[in-house]
């Protein structure tokens, strides 16, 4: 995709931050889902868009599976299970042939924004990663 992000040249992938995660069912949708993002305002460096089992298994870091980034990630009070359940759902998600979307939020007016393009577009699981808090925005 044109205005998004791929991870083509990343072996792992960090921990989200102040980003929203999204499920997009169907991957022609994906393409409509970042134009629509695009319109809002949000740059190609804001969105990025993970498909398939190689991006899946970027995944496996962030989601406690393997790494010194895992141990760290998973060895911390603060980010507790249920944000690694998030991940491996993602995860899951990828490995069933759909397209995850996330987006760069930084403050409460670009997650909303997100979030309202995200969910006209019909993706689901639509979960907010903060520094310090996990929030999901839309089962």
Do not use: C, H
């Amino acid at each position: 995709m044109e205005k998004a992000s791929k991870f083509d040249d990343k072996e792992s992938l960090p921990v989200p931050a102040n980003q929203i995660l999204a499920i997009i069912m169907e991957s022609g949708e994906a393409s409509d889902v970042v134009r629509a993002l695009n319109e809002n305002g949000f740059s190609s460096d804001e969105i990025g868009v993970l498909t398939g089992t190689g991006d899946a298994e970027k995944l496996d870091a962030a989601a406690g599976k393997q790494g010194l980034l895992s141990k760290l990630f998973t060895a911390g009070v603060e980010m507790g299970d249920r944000d690694t359940d998030y991940l491996k759902q993602y995860r899951r998600a990828l490995l069933n042939g759909r397209t995850v979307i996330g987006v760069v939020a930084k403050d409460d007016e670009t997650r909303t924004a997100a979030r309202k393009v995200l969910k006209a577009g019909g993706a689901r699981f639509i979960t907010y990663f903060g520094q310090f808090v996990t929030e999901v925005l839309d089962a």
